[in-house]
């Protein structure tokens, strides 16, 4: 019966993980009264299969945590490489590592350490599997720093319900940081509130207006976004901006500066160009190590049961950390939307205030930045007929031109909308209420 | 290509390139400060949480770490401790969790020491070079109170952590007076305009630049900054108001009202973004520019009342600030402005009204500051920018004052002090972790009673193999410390609550045995990054610090702190 026991030793067997069987081998005052310790829950957490999405800042740390949580099999998934700026918290990485691909450096890193322990790694986007391949896991947790992937695993994990099959419904564990705050949240697709009904709670950074690039900067941050924005396309369209070029970066800072000096704006830097045009999210291994271990905790409860987990019916499922000043917790029950575009079973249009004067194209690129939408690449369809579609290019040629209409003019108040985003595998229905 | 372009680019140093990310947060000064502290981990028990912590100070670059530890490392270590390989079984704990840190950072300096602690400690100076001591529980009490003894005579940060199975717990003994500047408060709470206290300079830009407001040519009226426009508005309310200012909530909106009425509708819009601005602004930025009480204390506090040659420098900016704000009723201007709608040369121009205000303030307190070091006849001036900062965050100082955590005696009764009223109170609170706080008293008590060898060595810790005897002796060992809590803050708590608070102790006790003394490394790893984020704050004396002591609860997934 114990397949995982096979590559181990007898009188290696469990000692090592003497700690860990403690806790997996004595009830205690909050575990269920129908909770059987022992081997049942040891073979539980070392047979689970799980997924890690992301192998950086959070990755890093959960990797190491489930190694040492007694998980066997885990998966990562990372499309990315090391960069040297990843070193002041990334520790799987060293210097030597740099360029090479996160998840595959990472996971032979942790299996080295940790005797026993199989993690496969995979360097690509999450987009590039099907279900089927999600369908192999126990459990999977996200160190993202993109709510545009959290969402679509979201969406895709909820789309994979089946009620006839439990197996179906995969725990999302989710962890997010920003300089000192962070957040950890347990998903149960389709039982709890789900990223996408807790959307608004991460809205996006408000852009800053392109007339006032043009004409009217008054901060620095503006004079960097005019050259990054503006002055790169008008004098150097035919180079495709690199981020991580130095080059660039300088090309920008000198455009950016040499603006601020016309405008006697003070407090362009280059790391502050950097800063803007990377749209950097200070990043430390404090939070990273918090939030990780959080989501990692949440984890070998759900598959061992030694405790009540986040997520459970009737329990909290989300703990926001703040730690710049004090230590701050807040763990509480996000509840479920009635009109979530994702999880709510009803398919309820979410009702959406707009202004009936705008253009259908102001409409749609304001989507991006509406906390409740956040959609960049939108598509529109009316109950009645297809309004604008970004695909294929035949239709954009036909819809084209209600991209200058104005909304009232292509709906009716209260109508229902359907929009669909390359990004991710489902539509969205909003109710647009004009704006009296 | 380049020729007409200012100033040839810098980049990045390579360590500049390596900790961007930080730096962002606590910049060259906090990054210094860190590369020249030396911390201490005195460890024990499974070790997990005081490396877990050492983990995170290494990759940012801490100067120099040391860890004390005199265990052989064991098979159980390998399933837990992350810093350990297999081929060390049976070597020195502290030796190989050292060189293994070390990989972290090239940067970083590590030492070791494996002999016991108890020897360690008794060498003379043992804990000279450190500049703060991180301890793991269990400790014997009698060696945990040397070095508590020793932090506070050498003012040296201190740091005890538990942890244990799912929970975990650290208090910080700080300083007697511990004193940050560099509080980093959220950009909306530092807006600071003066509104209802302009300067004449001020007054007058706020006068040219709404002059003939309503004949204004649309664009032109749509770009006034909002705080002349406010400002302006300010005016004919109190024309008519016997000239006071709005003060009270009804009196704001209805200042609110008059604002917003004067914006132009007639346009695409239906609207003027600057004077959305301006009545956004209302509730939020019309208050008289009054201190709150906690910086107002510090200007009252005994260190900053007379200043001699050794007061530290925090006191003497602090006494002349208060001389500032006795002559002026106000601090000194900080001197931001928030972005608003408004074109370049006016936002620039309202930008140096304030930024010249700030430094005029600035420069007068400057000016009380090299008296006062006259006076005192210190000999090395405070740096001009030390106290520019100061009188730029001058609103949002913070004093914390340190103090020693609980050392659990074996024959003696855990004192409270001054805080045994709020900690009895606090107690009884639904979701309250004092309970918790407790029952980790209660583990210390047990450690400070059982000898793994009945002759005074390695501490032994409740539920190693005794789950029920222990828990018994250990849920006694609580009930009593509550009950002294109860006793010394003479409280009597109603008998429902007292039950309840009861309860949930026996239960975080029963939780903490169950544990049998051991870790579970995602609690200790959480732990690790709390404990390691205060010592980084403390390091840089910028943010906030926990104030004292701070508890997880990793099956509800919460955390308090409370000051013991």
Redesign the interface.
């Known amino acids: 019966m114990a397949a995982a026991d096979v590559q181990t030793s007898p009188e290696q067997g469990r000692a090592r993980w003497k700690y860990l069987d403690t806790i997996l081998n004595r009830p205690g005052p909050f575990t269920d009264p129908e909770w059987v310790p022992g081997e049942p829950q040891i073979e539980s957490v070392s047979r689970s299969k799980v997924l890690v999405i992301g192998a950086g800042g959070l990755g890093c740390e959960i990797l190491k945590n489930l190694a040492l949580s007694g998980f066997k099999d885990i998966h990562v998934i990372d499309m990315d490489t090391i960069d040297v700026s990843n070193l002041n918290r990334q520790f799987l990485f060293r210097h030597a590592d740099v360029g090479k691909y996160k998840a595959e450096v990472a996971a032979k890193f942790v299996e080295k350490r940790v005797k026993g322990v199989k993690i496969t790694p995979y360097c690509g986007k999450i987009q590039d599997k099907d279900e089927e391949y999600y369908m192999q896991f126990a459990l999977i947790v996200c160190g993202l720093d993109s709510i545009e992937a959290r969402r679509w695993i979201n969406a895709t994990l909820v789309g994979m319900v089946d009620n006839e099959n439990p197996d179906s419904l995969k725990p999302l564990i989710d962890g997010g940081t920003e300089g000192f705050k962070g957040q950890a949240r347990v998903i149960f697709p389709t039982m709890t509130s789900c990223i996408e009904c807790q959307l608004d709670m991460h809205a996006p950074r408000a852009a800053v207006p392109l007339c006032t690039l043009a004409t009217i900067p008054r901060q620095p941050q503006h004079c960097i976004e005019w050259a990054h924005i503006i002055a790169w396309e008008e004098e150097r369209k035919d180079i495709t901006l690199d981020n991580d070029d130095p080059e660039h970066i300088t090309w920008l800072f000198q455009k950016a500066l040499k603006r601020a000096q016309e405008f006697n704006i003070p407090g362009v830097t280059y790391s502050m160009t950097q800063g803007v045009v990377k749209n950097i999210i200070p990043a430390i291994a404090s939070t990273n190590a918090i939030v990780a271990a959080s989501c990692c905790n949440e984890a070998f409860k759900i598959v061992s049961n030694t405790n009540p987990f986040l997520g459970y019916p009737g329990m909290d499922n989300y703990m926001m950390y703040t730690g710049d000043e004090s230590v701050y917790t807040y763990t509480f029950g996000h509840q479920k939307k009635p009109d979530c575009p994702v999880c709510s079973e009803e398919q309820l249009a979410r009702p959406l205030q707009v202004n009936p004067n705008l253009t259908l194209e102001e409409f749609l690129t304001g989507l991006a930045e509406r906390p409740e939408a956040q959609l960049k690449k939108p598509s529109i369809r009316s109950e009645e007929k297809s309004l604008y579609y970004q695909f294929p290019p035949d239709l954009q040629e036909q819809t084209r031109p209600n991209l200058s209409k104005k909304l009232n003019e292509l709906v009716s108040d209260g109508e229902e909308v359907a929009i669909t985003d390359p990004a991710f595998p489902l539509q969205f229905k909003y109710k647009l209420v004009f704006q009296k | 290509m380049?020729t007409d372009?200012?100033?040839p680019?810098?980049?990045?140093t390579?360590k500049?390139?390596?900790?961007?990310?930080?730096?962002?947060?606590w910049g060259a000064t906090g990054q210094m400060a860190l590369e020249d502290s030396h911390i201490l981990l005195i460890n024990s028990g499974?070790g997990v949480v005081g490396l877990?912590t050492l983990?995170?100070l290494v990759?940012?670059?801490v100067g120099h770490f040391t860890i004390q530890d005199s265990s052989v490392v064991s098979?159980?270590?390998?399933?837990?401790?992350?810093f350990l390989?297999?081929e060390h079984l049976g070597g020195f704990r502290a030796e190989h969790t050292c060189n293994l840190l070390k990989?972290?950072?090239?940067d970083v300096q590590g030492s070791f020491v494996s002999e016991p602690v108890e020897t360690f400690l008794a060498h003379a100076d043992a804990l000279y070079p450190y500049t703060l001591i991180l301890v793991t529980a269990p400790i014997r009490p009698e060696l945990l109170a040397k070095v508590s003894a020793y932090a506070d005579a050498a003012l040296i940060p201190l740091f005890y952590i538990h942890s244990v199975?799912?929970y975990s717990h650290f208090s910080i003994h700080l300083p007697p007076a511990f004193p940050i500047v560099d509080?980093?408060p959220s950009p909306e709470t530092t807006t600071d305009l003066r509104l209802l206290k302009p300067w004449p300079e001020l007054v007058q830009y706020a006068a040219e630049k709404t002059k003939a407001l309503d004949n204004m040519a649309a664009d032109d009226h749509g770009?006034v900054p909002y705080i002349a426009l406010l400002l302006q508005y300010l005016e004919e309310w109190k024309a008519s108001h016997d000239g006071e200012v709005p003060k009270n909530y009804k009196e704001k909106t209805s200042f609110r009202d008059l604002v917003s009425k004067a914006a132009r509708t007639n346009n695409?819009e239906g609207g003027e973004e600057n004077f959305d601005e301006a009545v956004a602004a209302v509730l939020k930025s019309l208050n008289p520019p009054e201190p709150n009480t906690s910086v107002k204390d510090i200007f009252r506090e005994k260190e900053g009342l007379t200043i001699s040659k050794g007061s530290a420098s925090f006191w003497v900016i602090t006494h002349a600030i208060g001389l500032f704000y006795t002559k002026h009723g106000v601090l000194p201007v900080p001197g931001s402005v928030p972005?608003?709608k408004?074109?370049?040369?006016d936002?620039?121009e309202l930008q140096n009204v304030y930024k010249s205000k700030a430094r005029k303030d600035f420069a007068e307190v400057l000016e009380s500051v090299r008296v006062l070091e006259r006076n005192a006849n210190r000999s090395t001036p405070i740096e001009e920018k030390d106290v520019e900062a100061f009188c730029k965050n001058a609103a949002h100082i913070k004093l914390v004052r340190g103090r020693p955590f609980h050392v659990v005696q074996a024959s003696e009764t855990v004192k409270w002090g001054d805080r045994a009223k709020s900690i009895a109170q606090e107690l009884t609170f639904p979701d309250s972790l004092v309970p918790l706080y407790i029952a980790f008293l209660a583990f210390d008590e047990f450690v400070a009673t059982h000898d793994k060898d009945g002759l005074g060595g390695a501490p032994k810790v409740p539920g190693e193999s005794d789950?029920e005897g222990d828990s018994e002796k250990v849920t006694g060992i609580a009930y009593k410390i509550l009950n002294d809590l109860l006793k010394e803050a003479a409280s009597t708590p109603d008998d429902d609550d007292l039950d309840t608070a009861k309860t949930r102790l026996?239960?975080f006790v029963?939780?903490i045995v169950?544990?049998?003394g051991?870790?579970?490394?995602?609690?200790a790893?959480?732990t690790?990054?709390?404990v390691?984020?205060?010592v980084?704050k403390v390091i840089t004396e910028q943010?906030?610090?926990?104030?004292n002591t701070?508890i997880f609860d990793?099956?509800?997934?919460?955390?308090a702190?409370i000051r013991v």
Do not use: W
């Open positions: 380049a372009l200012p100033h680019v810098q980049g990045p390579a500049e390139k390596k900790y961007d990310r930080q730096l962002r947060l499974p877990e983990k995170n990759l940012p670059g098979e159980a270590d390998l399933g837990v401790n992350f390989e297999d990989e972290l950072n090239p199975g799912f509080t980093h770009h695409a972005d608003m408004a074109r370049s040369a936002y620039i789950l026996g239960e029963q939780e169950r544990a049998g051991g870790e579970l490394h995602n609690i790893a959480l690790g990054g709390l390691s984020q205060e980084i943010y906030i610090p926990v104030d701070c990793g099956v509800k997934s919460k955390s702190v």
